[in-house]
């Protein structure tokens, strides 16, 4: 249609192809017409670069992991990626499945922002080449790029927080769901707080949601001795926290209770609840991930970021 040969099509389709403007204007105009688009995988059959990079996500409904997601994907998008998401909620079969079919698919690179799936699926990835990046796995894994937040200070900061609020008595609100990131503010908070001679408790009733968070309030507030100061290790499990303190057992946050959060989704700045909490710099972990994608390991050496949150002061806590 356009009257060029083959391989002034293929040229024109081409990065750095060399073809003159007019067979190039002809050319996209016959494409147009015809309605013809580059088959990237039929293209990726012949070479190691596809640009699908599959993201491993817990839970798309989380407000903080879809924040996440979004981010990444943006900056995918910006390199000419194409993202291929894979839910991990659940049983390691239905991970196993969605990432062998990435691997059908010749997907470059998993990004696992999760603490599913376990490190056997890790080692499926690498063992057939893809460059793995983990997101705030806990511990190292040979051949993969790891980025991690500084959980334990932030924890141990939230301590130091309520602690100049006059607390004594505190809670932890934890998940049943504990992934390492999870895990390492839980066990930095209670380590700090006996450190100090405070009395904490831990509560887990259910995995890492608003439901979850309104029942440990009623468990804790439910009884006689209760606790002043609560650490919620996301803000998800703070904000059903939160509304279950106020409404069903009228205490007035900071006066009678201080609570403290981690993430910083955007309800935590909503006017009804103003959260203090500790912010992961979401943008900032894209764009890690973005140039680590640009520059795979050498050797299957895997490299280590490490990243700090930012205590975010809001109305939850009590002044000095």
């Not at 470059?108 to 699926?121: C, K, M, N, R, W």
């Not at 700090?192 to 468990?219: H, L, M, Q």
């Not at 409404?247 to 309800?267: A, H, M, R, S, Y």
């Not at 991930?289 to 390991?297: E, H, K, Q, V």
Request: proline share 4%; aromatic share 4%; net charge neutral.
């Amino acid at each position: 249609m356009a009257g060029v040969s083959r391989s002034a099509v293929s040229r024109t389709f081409s990065d750095g192809g060399s073809v003159s403007p007019e067979t190039r204007q002809k050319v996209i105009a016959a494409a147009k017409e015809l309605g013809y688009h580059v088959n990237h995988l039929a293209r990726g059959l012949l070479s190691d670069r596809t640009n699908i990079v599959s993201l491993v996500i817990r839970s798309v409904s989380n407000p903080y992991q879809s924040r996440m997601m979004d981010e990444i994907i943006r900056v995918l998008q910006a390199s000419d990626r194409v993202a291929l998401v894979i839910n991990a909620d659940g049983v390691d079969d239905g991970a196993a499945q969605a990432l062998t079919q990435s691997l059908n698919f010749r997907a470059e690179a998993t990004v696992v922002l999760s603490g599913q799936p376990s490190y056997d699926l890790v080692d499926t990835c690498l063992a057939n080449g893809q460059h793995v990046i983990l997101l705030n796995r806990g511990k190292r894994h040979d051949g993969a790029d790891r980025i991690s937040i500084d959980n334990e200070g932030a924890a141990t900061e939230a301590v130091r927080l309520n602690k100049r609020a006059g607390c004594r008595r505190h809670v932890v609100v934890s998940s049943t769901s504990l992934t390492p990131s999870l895990a390492a503010r839980e066990l930095a908070y209670v380590t700090e707080a006996k450190a100090i001679g405070d009395e904490v408790e831990v509560v887990a009733v259910g995995p890492t949601s608003y439901a979850t968070g309104a029942e440990a309030a009623r468990r804790v507030f439910g009884r006689a001795s209760t606790p002043d100061a609560a650490f919620c290790v996301t803000d998800i499990l703070a904000l059903g926290f939160m509304d279950t303190a106020r409404q069903e057992f009228q205490l007035n946050i900071p006066d009678d209770l201080c609570v403290i959060g981690f993430d910083d989704i955007e309800q935590a700045q909503w006017t009804s609840y103003r959260l203090t909490t500790f912010r992961q710099p979401v943008t900032e972990i894209a764009e890690q991930i973005g140039r680590l994608l640009g520059d795979p390991p050498v050797g299957g050496v895997g490299r280590d970021i490490a990243l700090k949150t930012t205590p975010i002061w809001r109305n939850t806590v009590r002044p000095r």
